[in-house]
């Protein structure tokens, strides 16, 4: 089983540009999540799914929106990049219909912004 | 505020050594707590959580209620237990729940 995958790996881009970060799990997880990671802050919320077609905000939710397209897909987009969204982004699922807690991490996407 | 707090930035250890990596949370309620690790260039997995009351990998957590703490042990620490240690607290209740996570402490085994 691949569980969560995340696209890209790595990513570079300029101040102003957008991107999507691609997310995808093939667990029947009914909740996905987006979380960053940067150093001294451990991992923020951005936002979240709690089931196919409706997503909601987490902590830090401002410059970024989501899609849950299906139930295996749930999508980041970044429309004007700027310097201080730099960081690493981890997708997460969850079966919380037979409880929380138990996330299923992706391998993260280094996002750089120049 | 729900939060998780974990003072230690870095903890570093002997081989050998036992280890206690802290966590304290602030929630009203009755709550779910876990412990994930992040191994050099590896993604994020659960370590243990707290109502399994299990032990993983001879790590162990006890849910201290009256001190709101939940600290990492293990008695004898070996080299690859170096990781980055994070706990965290369920917030919420049913499909909506989410998980809160501490900054991290990032354990360091020395030969």
């Known amino acids: 089983n691949a569980g969560v995958t995340q696209t890209p790996k790595f990513q570079v881009l300029k101040t102003g540009q957008s991107m999507t970060l691609q997310c995808a799990q093939d667990?029947?997880?009914?909740?996905m999540y987006w979380y960053r990671q940067d150093p001294g802050m451990g991992l923020r919320l951005i936002y979240y799914?709690?089931?196919?077609?409706?997503?909601d905000k987490g902590e830090v939710p401002n410059g970024y929106n989501v899609s849950r397209l299906n139930k295996r897909e749930f999508s980041l987009r970044l429309e004007s990049a700027a310097p201080s969204q730099t960081s690493v982004y981890f997708c997460?699922?969850?079966?919380?219909?037979?409880?929380?807690?138990?996330?299923?991490f992706g391998s993260g996407t280094r996002l750089t912004v120049v | 505020a729900q939060r998780v707090t974990q003072p230690e930035k870095l903890l570093s250890v002997f081989k050998g050594a036992p280890v206690e990596l802290k966590c304290n949370y602030s929630?009203?309620?009755?709550?779910?707590l876990f412990w994930y690790v992040q191994y050099s260039r590896q993604r994020l997995q659960l370590l243990l959580r707290?109502?399994s009351r299990e032990s993983i990998k001879g790590f162990t957590a006890d849910l201290n209620k009256g001190e709101t703490s939940f600290h990492l042990k293990k008695p004898f620490a070996q080299e690859e237990d170096s990781a980055m240690y994070y706990c965290a607290l369920l917030k919420g209740g049913g499909a909506t729940n989410k998980l809160i996570f501490g900054t991290g402490t990032l354990l360091a085994v020395q030969p």
């Open positions: 929630y009203s309620g009755s709550p779910e």
């Open positions: 997460a699922s969850s079966d919380t219909l037979q409880g929380g807690g138990g996330y299923t």
């Open positions: 799914s709690a089931s196919e077609g409706t997503t």
């Open positions: 707290h109502i």
């Open positions: 667990m029947n997880h009914n909740s």
